[in-house]
Structure formats: structure tokens, C-alpha cells
């Protein structure tokens, strides 16, 4: 804070002359940084990119278990046809079997 030459802690500070100039002529990220330490937010920075870079694992994880979940949707449906196409298969071969029985029986 008095690096800046400002000192926020009294109820009316002073801002000497050149100071609005130098403050005004500076790039971007300077007046950021700057802002950053009158607010007291700096002090949170490193707090925030740990927890932005965790927020991004979980984000890659939730991604990855999203893709695997509709990945065995479709392995769900697929088995299911399967399974319903052979119940059909071993229906009709029982009405073969019983339609041969029934031919035989009557030849008989």
C-alpha cells in the first residue's frame, strides 16, 4: 500500500503530485498487481490458482467419466438387442422343433 505512496488505512489519504501521472501510464497487469494489493486481494492469488488448477482436474475427470458412462449406454443398448435377438432365435428354434414333432407325429 505505501509503495504506491497511498495509505488507505487513514480516513482521508493524500495523493501526492505525479502520482495520478505514474499511476495513469501504467501497463495493464502493473495496475492489476496494483489494485490486487490496495484491495488485499493478492493475498488470495495463490489460494486461487490452487483451487482453479484442482477446479480443472475435476473438470478433466467429470469429462472422462461422462464419456465412459454414454460409452456403456451404448455397450447397454447394444447387449440388450443382442440379448433380445436371441430370445427371439431360441423361440423360433423351439417352433421349429415343436412344428418337426407335430409333422412327425401326424406322418406317423
Excluded: W
Excluded at 15 to 43: A, H, R, W, Y
Excluded at 69 to 74: A, E, G
Excluded at 81 to 98: C, G, R, V
Aim: net charge positive; with cysteine; glycine share 2%.
Amino acid at each position: 500500500m505505501l509503495t504506491f505512496g497511498i495509505n488507505t488505512k487513514t480516513k482521508n489519504f493524500l495523493i501526492f503530485q505525479g502520482d495520478v501521472t505514474n499511476i495513469s501510464c501504467k501497463k495493464p497487469n502493473e495496475l492489476t498487481l496494483m489494485f490486487e494489493e490496495l484491495s488485499g486481494s493478492i493475498t488470495f492469488k495463490k489460494q486461487y490458482e490452487e483451487l482453479k488448477i484442482s477446479k480443472n482436474k475435476i473438470d478433466e475427470e467429470r469429462k472422462v467419466l461422462e464419456e465412459r458412462k454414454r460409452l456403456i449406454k451404448s455397450d447397454k443398448d447394444t447387449y440388450k438387442k443382442q440379448k433380445e435377438e436371441a430370445e427371439k432365435y431360441e423361440q423360433l428354434q423351439a417352433n421349429i422343433i415343436s412344428s418337426k414333432t407335430q409333422r412327425y407325429l401326424v406322418e406317423m
